[in-house]
C-alpha cells in the first residue's frame, strides 16, 4: 500500500500563491505517476497536474502557466506551486499516486480557498 498526506492548504486573497506537498509512504517503489486532482462539491473531480517517473507532466489547461507540479523523489514528496490563484481555484486538492499493479491511491485532501 501507499499512504499519501497532503499539506499546504488554506486561505488566501486572488493573485496570491500557495505550495501543496504531498509526503508519500509505504511501498513507494511501485509508484509510476502521481499527481493533483481538485473537487469543488457537487461536481466531478479533475485533474490539475500530474508527472511521472520520467518527469513528463501534464496540466489541465486551467492551469497551465500558472501552476507548476515538481517530484522529489528521494525525499518521496510531491508539490503544486500556485501562482496567480483565482476563485474559480477554490477547491479540496487530493494528491494522488498510480502505482505499478497495486492500483490508484489518493490522500485525504487539503482545502483551498481563493477569496475575491
Known amino acids: 500500500q501507499v499512504q499519501l498526506v497532503e499539506s499546504g492548504g488554506g486561505l488566501v486573497q486572488a493573485g496570491g500563491s500557495l505550495r501543496l506537498s504531498c509526503a508519500a509512504s509505504?511501498?513507494?517503489?511501485?509508484?509510476?505517476?502521481m499527481g493533483w486532482y481538485r473537487q469543488v462539491p457537487g461536481e466531478q473531480r479533475e485533474s490539475v497536474a500530474n508527472?511521472?517517473?520520467?518527469?513528463?507532466?501534464k496540466y489541465a489547461d486551467s492551469v497551465k502557466g500558472r501552476f507548476t507540479i515538481s517530484r522529489d523523489n528521494a525525499r518521496n514528496a510531491l508539490y503544486l506551486q500556485m501562482n496567480s490563484l483565482a476563485p474559480e481555484d477554490t477547491a479540496l486538492y487530493y494528491c494522488?499516486?498510480?502505482?505499478?499493479?497495486?492500483?490508484?491511491?489518493w490522500g485525504q485532501g487539503t482545502q483551498v480557498t481563493v477569496s475575491s
Open positions: 494522488t499516486a498510480t502505482t505499478s499493479g497495486l492500483g490508484r491511491y
Open positions: 509505504g511501498n513507494i517503489f511501485s509508484i509510476d505517476t
Open positions: 508527472i511521472n517517473n520520467s518527469g513528463y507532466v
